[in-house]
């Protein structure tokens, strides 16, 4: 088939807030209040009515100004003034175990990630799986390990359906009672042969011929040297309130409730090409916190007890820059995608990203995925309609990325108006390297890479340890967790 007859994908938009001159619906309407305020001071005094014209313009002015990814003066002074009181009072420093700072003389996750608990039961199979539960917003997480078998060689028509079935798992979220977010977390990172070895010496037969099991110890040995694994997880956060009440359900009641659904959600998701998928344990989670915080533990991994307390998985030390993120034995940069790629892409769109990449250790690309529910989404795709036309209405020239805009939002109304669903996604990109000085070529790998998969990427600046967190999948709905609530960061 050739590459014309491919299908693309598109049509996504980010939410717009109505206002003049670009400022939003809180700037529009400071504007108009200090407006009046200025009109009013003007039957007191002269004087005083300048002197409010320049307090407003003072308030107005940063609102005017933005940078490539849109952020505008208010929110970068907002996230330097931030920043720079955690610095003064030291919390861009974390130290912990019995040298540390903290009272539990344990190894608890950082920031966010610190309320953290953890529950392990079974769902209706009898398979063990652990939920994370974070106390503030009362969340509850499952993650399932998925063994996805790749694109490579599979023809077109599969990659297709694969896709479609996507769409629908993603559509079908919408449904799900509960369900607050859902994130698909991509990993690339040396291989560290411990699977190719259990593999081989577990099917090796004691009677086999010395020459065959020599034969077989040179692979285990030489194959794993430069190669690297994917892994592939899926996080489903759910909400602990109860539908009709909204009080908060106890954790064993969200147990009963998830032991239920997750088998089913566990076989949607394998029609999507994910493969297998199983749910993670408790060792397995805390495992592979563990690993994330310091690569260097990935090779004794294998020797790890069969029980890991939640209360030992975090770094033992952590320094925060403003751009970077040190974590025991390794270096991180996170990214957040400041804009989806424009007009129409293939299914493919994001392989470079998430491969290994030689200049980067270890590199994980998170999805994150909120859906609407079913009654919200028809108001919103409205919503949105409405405020494009706005939007291009005030230009006395068209421009043609307002008429464009206008047509994406009639098209994502006649789409939700014949079945589709409506979800709000965002993307992290975390780059992991062993010395601080590979972080420039890790840094310039990852540009590359964003380039290529027509994504525009943000350097999260001053507040990269809880950008690593939202990469992890643990479920963390970071929207939630800010002090200035979602609604108002829209308006702006």
């Not at 994370?132 to 028509?157: E, K, N």
């Not at 979220?173 to 593999?199: K, N, Q």
């Not at 020599?214 to 539908?243: D, F, H, W």
């Not at 088998?263 to 493969?275: E, F, I, K, S, Y």
Request: hydrophobic share 45%.
């Amino acid at each position: 088939m050739g590459t014309s007859d491919s299908r693309t994908y598109g049509n996504w938009r980010k939410p717009t807030s109505p206002g003049i001159f670009g400022i939003g619906l809180a700037g529009t309407l400071m504007l108009f209040i200090g407006s009046l305020l200025v009109i009013g001071a003007l039957f007191l005094s002269i004087v005083l009515a300048l002197g409010m014209a320049v307090a407003v313009g003072l308030v107005i002015a940063p609102m005017l100004i933005r940078d490539e990814h849109g952020r505008n003066g208010v929110q970068w002074l907002t996230a330097t003034g931030s920043w720079a009181m955690g610095v003064m009072r030291g919390r861009h420093v974390y130290r912990s175990g019995p040298f540390g700072r903290i009272p539990t003389l344990s190894n608890v996750l950082p920031g966010l990630g610190t309320p953290l608990e953890i529950t392990e039961t079974e769902d209706a199979h009898g398979q063990p799986f652990a939920i994370v539960t974070a106390p503030g917003p009362w969340h509850h997480t499952v993650v399932l390990d998925c063994h996805a078998d790749g694109a490579s060689l599979v023809d077109t028509d599969q990659v297709d359906t694969w896709v479609a079935y996507w769409g629908d798992w993603l559509t079908q979220l919408g449904h799900e009672p509960g369900l607050v977010a859902a994130s698909v977390t991509i990993e690339a990172a040396p291989d560290t042969g411990a699977r190719l070895t259990r593999e081989v010496y577990g099917n090796m037969r004691q009677e086999a011929p010395p020459l065959a099991r020599e034969v077989l110890a040179e692979i285990v040995q030489s194959y794993p040297l430069g190669s690297a694994t994917l892994t592939s997880r899926v996080a489903l956060t759910y909400s602990g309130a109860a539908r009709n009440t909204g009080a908060r359900r106890d954790v064993e009641a969200v147990a009963k409730m998830l032991a239920a659904r997750l088998p089913g959600l566990a076989t949607d998701l394998q029609m999507t090409g994910a493969g297998p998928a199983i749910p993670m344990t408790a060792r397995e989670l805390g495992l592979m916190l563990r690993v994330a915080y310091d690569p260097a533990a990935a090779e004794f991994i294998d020797g790890a007890p069969d029980e890991v307390s939640w209360s030992e998985v975090g770094p033992v030390g952590t320094l925060e820059t403003a751009d970077a993120y040190r974590h025991d034995t390794a270096w991180s940069i996170t990214w957040a995608m400041s804009e989806a790629p424009r007009g129409e892409v293939f299914s493919n769109v994001l392989n470079r990203l998430v491969m290994p990449h030689p200049d980067i250790l270890r590199k994980r690309v998170t999805l994150m995925y909120r859906p609407h529910d079913v009654g919200s989404s028809a108001r919103l795709v409205e919503r949105d309609r409405k405020d494009a036309l706005f939007k291009a209405k005030q230009a006395k020239l068209a421009q043609a990325r307002d008429s464009l805009a206008v047509m994406a939002a009639d098209r994502a109304a006649q789409e939700e108006a014949t079945g589709a669903g409506l979800v709000r996604f965002s993307l992290y990109v975390t780059a992991t390297v062993a010395d601080r000085d590979d972080l420039s070529l890790a840094a310039s790998a990852v540009d590359n890479l964003a380039a290529a998969s027509r994504l525009r990427l943000r350097r999260v600046r001053y507040g990269q340890s809880s950008a690593f967190l939202a990469a992890l999948p643990l479920g963390l709905v970071m929207p939630l967790h800010l002090k200035v609530p979602q609604t108002v960061r829209d308006a702006m």
